[in-house]
């Protein structure tokens, strides 16, 4: 089993930046996947973005690619995601998820290991 735990969220203004970090103890070299999700209140955990541990190739939803970055250190079990250009609509609980796979990246419930969330507000 692998535990993720986030780090880095905050309060801040539309159009900065802020990084979250993602470090996974546990069996992580048995994991394909780690993802980004994040929810808002009253709305569903959508998939925010997700990278491959062994090579590295990255995915994102449309709504943040081109203004959000995800990161991996093999050697420090830890992923990252630097956001800029935030939005108001980018306010939400952000989750560390590790376990799925490129073909249902996007579904939350193929993830089997998640994180506590770390929260993202970003005001106008």
Partial sequence: ????????????????????????SGRTLMTYLMAWFRQAPGREREFVAAITWLSGKTYYAD????????????????????????KPEDTALYYCASGGNVHHMMEADKYPDWGQGTQVT???
């Fill in 1 to 24: 089993q692998v535990q993720p735990v986030e780090s880095g969220g905050g309060s801040v203004q539309a159009g900065d930046s802020l990084s979250l970090s993602c470090t996974a």
């Fill in 63 to 86: 709504s943040v690619k081109g203004r959000f970055i995800i990161t991996r250190d093999n050697a420090k079990n830890t992923v990252y995601l630097k956001m800029d250009t935030l």
């Fill in 122 to 124: 970003v005001s106008s």
